[in-house]
């Protein structure tokens, strides 16, 4: 997708788009269902500012992912095979708007309201 404007290099509700293993790095995943997704960041966020929560990821290397550990053995298996972070490319898209919270109770924020 190309768009033009000062928002062109960021991705919009389901994009696709890539960002390599020195970026997923920081990223802290969690598995849900048959998807992975981006659930927090550790220390600052992606240098590029590409990632966003909920982002999920679709592919690493070109293959596809169910799981973190899908994720882990297809980056470890491309240090074995001696590419650098920077090689590993990580396929995202972005996490689009209106989907049912499938999050767990006790991985949620809650607000508590009072009645004044």
């Given at each position: 997708?190309?768009?033009?404007?000062?928002?062109?290099?960021?991705?919009?509700?389901?994009?696709?788009?890539?960002?390599?293993?020195?970026?997923?790095?920081?990223?802290?995943?969690?598995?849900?269902?048959?998807?992975v997704?981006?659930?927090?960041?550790?220390?600052?966020?992606?240098?590029?500012?590409?990632?966003?929560?909920?982002?999920?990821?679709?592919?690493?290397?070109?293959?596809?992912?169910?799981?973190?550990?899908?994720?882990?053995?297809?980056?470890s298996?491309?240090?074995?095979?001696?590419?650098?972070?920077?090689?590993?490319?990580?396929?995202?898209?972005?996490?689009?708007?209106?989907?049912?919270?499938?999050?767990?109770?006790?991985?949620?924020?809650?607000?508590?309201?009072?009645?004044?």
């Amino acid at each position: 997708v190309s768009s033009s404007g000062p928002s062109a290099s960021f991705p919009s509700e389901g994009d696709v788009f890539h960002a390599d293993c020195e970026e997923l790095s920081s990223a802290i995943l969690s598995d849900f269902g048959d998807e992975v997704r981006v659930v927090g960041f550790s220390g600052v966020e992606s240098e590029s500012g590409s990632m966003a929560y909920f982002d999920r990821i679709v592919r690493v290397n070109g293959k596809a992912v169910q799981s973190i550990e899908d994720v882990d053995f297809a980056k470890s298996n491309a240090n074995l095979k001696g590419m650098r972070p920077k090689e590993t490319v990580i396929e995202l898209e972005r996490a689009p708007f209106g989907r049912r919270n499938e999050l767990p109770a006790e991985m949620r924020g809650w607000v508590y309201l009072e009645r004044f």
